[in-house]
Protein backbone atom coordinates (compact mmCIF):
# COMPACT_ATOMS: atom_id res chain seq x y z
CA UNK A 1 0.00 0.00 0.00
CA UNK A 2 1.31 3.52 -0.72
CA UNK A 3 1.07 4.83 2.80
CA UNK A 4 3.11 2.30 3.92
CA UNK A 5 5.47 2.88 1.45
CA UNK A 6 5.49 6.83 2.13
CA UNK A 7 6.34 5.51 5.93
CA UNK A 8 9.11 2.80 5.26
CA UNK A 9 10.44 5.79 2.90
CA UNK A 10 10.49 8.15 5.70
CA UNK A 11 11.97 5.64 7.82
CA UNK A 12 14.59 5.30 5.58
CA UNK A 13 15.27 9.03 5.54
CA UNK A 14 15.69 9.27 9.14
CA UNK A 15 18.46 6.76 9.13
CA UNK A 16 20.29 8.28 6.41
CA UNK A 17 21.76 11.83 5.56
CA UNK A 18 21.17 11.36 1.93
CA UNK A 19 20.06 8.68 -0.42
CA UNK A 20 20.07 8.53 -4.07
CA UNK A 21 16.48 7.61 -5.70
CA UNK A 22 18.36 4.41 -7.07
CA UNK A 23 18.98 3.00 -4.04
CA UNK A 24 15.06 4.39 -2.22
CA UNK A 25 13.26 2.30 -5.36
CA UNK A 26 15.55 -0.98 -4.84
CA UNK A 27 14.97 -0.83 -1.29
CA UNK A 28 11.25 -0.06 -2.08
CA UNK A 29 10.64 -2.63 -5.00
CA UNK A 30 9.63 0.52 -7.07
CA UNK A 31 10.63 2.66 -10.07
CA UNK A 32 12.64 5.84 -9.63
CA UNK A 33 9.91 7.43 -11.22
CA UNK A 34 7.30 6.47 -8.34
CA UNK A 35 10.21 7.27 -5.65
CA UNK A 36 9.84 11.45 -6.98
CA UNK A 37 6.13 10.80 -7.05
CA UNK A 38 5.63 10.33 -3.26
CA UNK A 39 8.32 12.55 -2.37
CA UNK A 40 6.36 15.12 -4.36
CA UNK A 41 3.76 13.90 -2.49
CA UNK A 42 5.47 13.86 1.25
CA UNK A 43 6.87 17.72 0.14
CA UNK A 44 3.37 18.78 -0.41
CA UNK A 45 2.06 17.43 3.03
CA UNK A 46 5.18 19.28 4.59
CA UNK A 47 7.78 16.87 5.12
CA UNK A 48 11.10 18.60 4.06
CA UNK A 49 12.96 16.78 2.13
CA UNK A 50 15.46 18.08 0.15
CA UNK A 51 17.34 16.62 -3.24
CA UNK A 52 20.66 17.68 -4.10
CA UNK A 53 22.71 16.58 -7.15
CA UNK A 54 26.29 15.34 -7.85
CA UNK A 55 28.75 13.03 -6.66
CA UNK A 56 27.53 13.92 -2.73
CA UNK A 57 24.00 14.79 -3.59
CA UNK A 58 20.84 12.63 -3.33
CA UNK A 59 17.72 12.87 -1.50
CA UNK A 60 17.11 13.96 2.80
CA UNK A 61 15.64 15.21 4.88
CA UNK A 62 16.77 18.25 6.39
CA UNK A 63 18.29 18.11 9.63
CA UNK A 64 16.90 17.73 12.58
CA UNK A 65 13.44 17.35 11.10
CA UNK A 66 10.89 15.05 12.44
CA UNK A 67 7.18 14.57 11.52
CA UNK A 68 5.91 17.00 14.41
CA UNK A 69 4.28 20.12 13.19
CA UNK A 70 4.06 18.84 9.57
CA UNK A 71 1.22 16.77 9.77
CA UNK A 72 0.03 16.06 13.25
CA UNK A 73 -0.15 18.07 16.26
CA UNK A 74 1.65 16.98 19.83
CA UNK A 75 -1.13 15.65 20.84
CA UNK A 76 -1.99 13.38 18.09
CA UNK A 77 0.96 12.12 18.32
CA UNK A 78 0.97 11.14 21.88
CA UNK A 79 -2.76 9.33 21.10
CA UNK A 80 -1.12 7.66 18.38
CA UNK A 81 1.67 6.18 20.36
CA UNK A 82 -0.67 6.00 23.51
CA UNK A 83 -2.69 3.62 21.17
CA UNK A 84 0.49 1.78 20.06
CA UNK A 85 1.73 1.19 23.26
CA UNK A 86 -1.38 -0.21 24.94
CA UNK A 87 -1.64 -2.88 21.75
CA UNK A 88 1.79 -3.70 22.19
CA UNK A 89 1.04 -5.14 26.03
CA UNK A 90 -0.60 -8.04 23.31
CA UNK A 91 2.92 -8.98 22.00
CA UNK A 92 1.81 -8.29 18.49
CA UNK A 93 5.09 -7.86 16.53
CA UNK A 94 3.77 -5.53 13.83
CA UNK A 95 2.48 -3.30 16.46
CA UNK A 96 6.22 -3.26 18.24
CA UNK A 97 7.30 -2.15 14.79
CA UNK A 98 5.52 0.22 14.25
CA UNK A 99 5.35 1.90 17.68
CA UNK A 100 9.43 2.25 17.40
CA UNK A 101 9.34 3.30 14.10
CA UNK A 102 6.82 6.25 14.53
CA UNK A 103 8.51 6.98 18.04
CA UNK A 104 11.69 7.31 15.90
CA UNK A 105 9.44 9.43 13.48
CA UNK A 106 7.94 11.76 15.89
CA UNK A 107 11.13 12.17 17.97
CA UNK A 108 9.87 11.32 21.11
CA UNK A 109 8.39 8.35 23.06
CA UNK A 110 4.91 7.26 24.55
CA UNK A 111 4.19 7.96 27.86
CA UNK A 112 3.54 5.10 29.54
CA UNK A 113 0.63 5.97 31.48
CA UNK A 114 -2.09 3.42 30.52
CA UNK A 115 -1.06 -0.50 30.26
CA UNK A 116 -3.90 -2.24 28.49
CA UNK A 117 -3.87 -6.03 29.08
CA UNK A 118 -6.32 -8.53 27.79
CA UNK A 119 -4.75 -11.65 28.33
CA UNK A 120 -5.68 -13.72 31.63
CA UNK A 121 -3.48 -14.24 34.49
CA UNK A 122 -2.98 -18.07 32.85
CA UNK A 123 -2.00 -16.72 29.40
CA UNK A 124 -3.41 -15.87 26.11
CA UNK A 125 -5.83 -18.33 24.09
CA UNK A 126 -3.59 -19.81 21.90
CA UNK A 127 -6.61 -19.46 19.08
CA UNK A 128 -6.22 -15.59 19.18
CA UNK A 129 -3.22 -15.50 16.82
CA UNK A 130 -4.55 -18.29 14.23
CA UNK A 131 -7.62 -16.12 14.22
CA UNK A 132 -6.31 -13.40 13.38
CA UNK A 133 -4.35 -15.19 10.70
CA UNK A 134 -7.24 -16.08 9.05
CA UNK A 135 -9.08 -12.95 9.27
CA UNK A 136 -6.13 -10.80 7.60
CA UNK A 137 -5.69 -13.16 5.20
CA UNK A 138 -9.46 -14.23 4.33
CA UNK A 139 -8.66 -18.46 5.30
CA UNK A 140 -11.68 -20.04 6.18
CA UNK A 141 -11.33 -21.57 9.68
CA UNK A 142 -12.97 -25.15 10.76
CA UNK A 143 -13.35 -25.67 14.06
CA UNK A 144 -15.55 -27.98 17.24
CA UNK A 145 -17.49 -25.60 19.52
CA UNK A 146 -19.75 -26.33 22.63
CA UNK A 147 -22.34 -23.45 23.32
CA UNK A 148 -24.08 -22.49 26.58
CA UNK A 149 -25.32 -26.33 27.07
CA UNK A 150 -21.86 -27.86 26.44
CA UNK A 151 -23.12 -29.17 23.11
CA UNK A 152 -20.64 -30.05 20.32
CA UNK A 153 -20.95 -29.15 16.66
CA UNK A 154 -18.73 -28.73 14.00
CA UNK A 155 -18.37 -25.41 12.48
CA UNK A 156 -16.83 -24.03 9.18
CA UNK A 157 -16.44 -20.02 9.10
CA UNK A 158 -15.24 -17.22 7.43
CA UNK A 159 -13.95 -15.31 10.46
CA UNK A 160 -14.63 -11.75 10.49
CA UNK A 161 -13.51 -9.83 13.80
CA UNK A 162 -11.81 -10.87 17.26
CA UNK A 163 -14.06 -8.82 19.90
CA UNK A 164 -12.98 -8.63 23.41
CA UNK A 165 -16.39 -8.11 25.15
CA UNK A 166 -17.13 -8.12 29.06
CA UNK A 167 -13.46 -10.07 30.44
CA UNK A 168 -14.09 -12.08 27.50
CA UNK A 169 -12.59 -13.10 23.78
CA UNK A 170 -15.13 -13.87 21.05
CA UNK A 171 -15.03 -14.46 17.34
CA UNK A 172 -17.52 -13.02 14.98
CA UNK A 173 -17.82 -15.00 11.45
CA UNK A 174 -19.84 -16.21 9.23
CA UNK A 175 -20.79 -19.65 9.91
CA UNK A 176 -21.30 -21.60 6.27
CA UNK A 177 -23.49 -23.70 8.75
CA UNK A 178 -25.77 -21.44 9.74
CA UNK A 179 -25.56 -19.18 6.93
CA UNK A 180 -25.44 -15.85 9.00
CA UNK A 181 -23.51 -13.85 10.94
CA UNK A 182 -22.62 -15.85 14.64
CA UNK A 183 -20.82 -14.84 17.87
CA UNK A 184 -18.18 -17.93 19.42
CA UNK A 185 -16.28 -17.90 22.47
CA UNK A 186 -12.49 -18.55 21.82
CA UNK A 187 -12.73 -20.30 25.35
CA UNK A 188 -15.72 -22.92 23.70
CA UNK A 189 -13.61 -23.27 21.00
CA UNK A 190 -11.72 -26.66 20.50
CA UNK A 191 -9.61 -28.40 17.31
CA UNK A 192 -9.01 -25.02 15.19
CA UNK A 193 -7.73 -25.91 11.97
CA UNK A 194 -6.75 -22.86 9.51
CA UNK A 195 -7.43 -24.08 6.17
CA UNK A 196 -5.55 -22.73 3.16
CA UNK A 197 -8.45 -21.86 1.22
CA UNK A 198 -9.47 -18.06 0.98
CA UNK A 199 -12.49 -17.01 1.00
CA UNK A 200 -13.93 -13.63 -0.99
CA UNK A 201 -15.74 -11.38 1.35
CA UNK A 202 -19.16 -10.90 1.45
CA UNK A 203 -20.90 -7.63 0.92
CA UNK A 204 -22.58 -7.25 4.94
CA UNK A 205 -23.68 -4.91 7.14
CA UNK A 206 -21.41 -2.96 9.42
CA UNK A 207 -20.44 -5.78 11.86
CA UNK A 208 -20.50 -3.41 15.16
CA UNK A 209 -24.05 -2.90 14.77
CA UNK A 210 -24.74 -6.73 14.52
CA UNK A 211 -26.95 -8.62 17.04
CA UNK A 212 -25.55 -11.52 18.56
CA UNK A 213 -25.68 -14.38 19.88
CA UNK A 214 -24.21 -13.64 22.91
CA UNK A 215 -27.21 -11.00 23.71
CA UNK A 216 -29.79 -12.66 26.00
CA UNK A 217 -33.40 -12.19 25.51
CA UNK A 218 -35.52 -10.85 28.57
CA UNK A 219 -38.36 -13.13 29.61
CA UNK A 220 -41.99 -13.07 28.66
CA UNK A 221 -42.79 -13.64 32.73
CA UNK A 222 -44.09 -11.18 34.90
CA UNK A 223 -41.50 -11.24 37.09
CA UNK A 224 -39.13 -9.52 34.71
CA UNK A 225 -36.83 -8.45 37.35
CA UNK A 226 -34.17 -10.23 39.85
CA UNK A 227 -34.20 -9.04 43.27
CA UNK A 228 -31.03 -10.61 45.16
CA UNK A 229 -30.42 -10.02 49.12
CA UNK A 230 -26.20 -10.36 49.44
CA UNK A 231 -24.56 -10.02 52.80
CA UNK A 232 -21.71 -7.10 53.57
CA UNK A 233 -18.66 -9.62 52.93
CA UNK A 234 -19.88 -9.07 49.42
CA UNK A 235 -19.48 -5.63 49.21
CA UNK A 236 -16.29 -5.47 47.40
CA UNK A 237 -17.96 -8.16 44.40
CA UNK A 238 -21.20 -5.92 44.64
CA UNK A 239 -19.45 -2.70 43.44
CA UNK A 240 -17.94 -4.48 40.89
CA UNK A 241 -20.86 -6.30 39.44
CA UNK A 242 -23.37 -4.14 39.73
CA UNK A 243 -24.97 -0.56 39.10
CA UNK A 244 -24.92 1.45 41.53
CA UNK A 245 -29.13 2.51 40.84
CA UNK A 246 -29.46 -1.04 41.55
CA UNK A 247 -27.89 -1.29 44.62
CA UNK A 248 -29.32 -0.64 47.71
CA UNK A 249 -27.80 -0.70 51.57
CA UNK A 250 -29.73 -2.33 54.22
CA UNK A 251 -29.97 -1.50 58.06
CA UNK A 252 -28.16 -4.65 59.18
CA UNK A 253 -25.77 -3.89 56.47
CA UNK A 254 -26.73 -6.57 54.04
CA UNK A 255 -27.47 -5.12 49.74
CA UNK A 256 -30.77 -5.60 48.37
CA UNK A 257 -29.57 -5.88 44.12
CA UNK A 258 -32.93 -5.15 41.82
CA UNK A 259 -31.79 -5.82 37.90
CA UNK A 260 -33.50 -7.12 34.75
CA UNK A 261 -34.29 -10.34 34.70
CA UNK A 262 -32.33 -12.18 31.66
CA UNK A 263 -33.13 -15.71 30.63
CA UNK A 264 -29.70 -18.12 30.71
CA UNK A 265 -28.27 -20.91 32.82
CA UNK A 266 -25.36 -18.24 33.25
CA UNK A 267 -27.52 -16.64 36.10
CA UNK A 268 -27.69 -19.86 37.82
CA UNK A 269 -23.74 -20.11 38.40
CA UNK A 270 -23.53 -16.23 38.95
CA UNK A 271 -25.83 -16.23 41.89
CA UNK A 272 -24.09 -19.34 43.03
CA UNK A 273 -20.77 -18.04 42.77
CA UNK A 274 -21.68 -15.77 45.90
CA UNK A 275 -22.12 -18.57 47.88
CA UNK A 276 -23.89 -18.50 50.96
CA UNK A 277 -23.27 -15.04 50.92
CA UNK A 278 -26.53 -14.32 48.65
CA UNK A 279 -29.91 -15.63 48.42
CA UNK A 280 -32.54 -14.69 45.29
CA UNK A 281 -35.31 -13.09 46.61
CA UNK A 282 -37.54 -12.93 43.65
CA UNK A 283 -38.56 -14.18 40.79
CA UNK A 284 -39.70 -17.46 42.81
CA UNK A 285 -38.80 -19.48 39.51
CA UNK A 286 -34.56 -18.60 39.83
CA UNK A 287 -35.02 -18.88 43.51
CA UNK A 288 -36.59 -22.84 43.10
CA UNK A 289 -33.61 -24.03 40.39
CA UNK A 290 -30.94 -22.42 42.65
CA UNK A 291 -32.38 -24.42 45.60
CA UNK A 292 -32.24 -27.33 43.17
CA UNK A 293 -29.00 -26.45 42.23
CA UNK A 294 -27.88 -26.62 46.37
CA UNK A 295 -29.43 -30.03 46.48
CA UNK A 296 -27.46 -31.68 43.89
CA UNK A 297 -24.85 -30.04 44.98
CA UNK A 298 -25.25 -31.09 48.45
CA UNK A 299 -26.02 -34.77 47.13
CA UNK A 300 -22.44 -35.13 45.50
CA UNK A 301 -20.50 -34.42 48.99
CA UNK A 302 -22.54 -36.32 51.43
Not at 86 to 107: C, H, K, P, Y
Not at 247 to 274: M, N, R
Amino acid sequence: MKINRLLELIYILMHRKHIRASELAEQLGVSRRTIYRDIETLCAAGIPIYSGKGKSGGIGLLPNAVLTKAILSEREQDEILTALHGLSNMNIAETNDILQRLSMIFNKTAANWLRVDFSEWGGTNSYFYDFKTAILENRFAEFDYFDSKGDKTRRRAEPLQLWFKSKAWYLKAYCLEKQSIRVFKLSRIRNLFVTNEHYVARNLPDIQDISTEININACDDDDNTIKLRIESAMKYRIVEDFDVDEIEEQHDGSYIVTLPWKQGDWVHGFVLSYGEHAEVLQPEHLRKAIMDAVQKIHKKYF
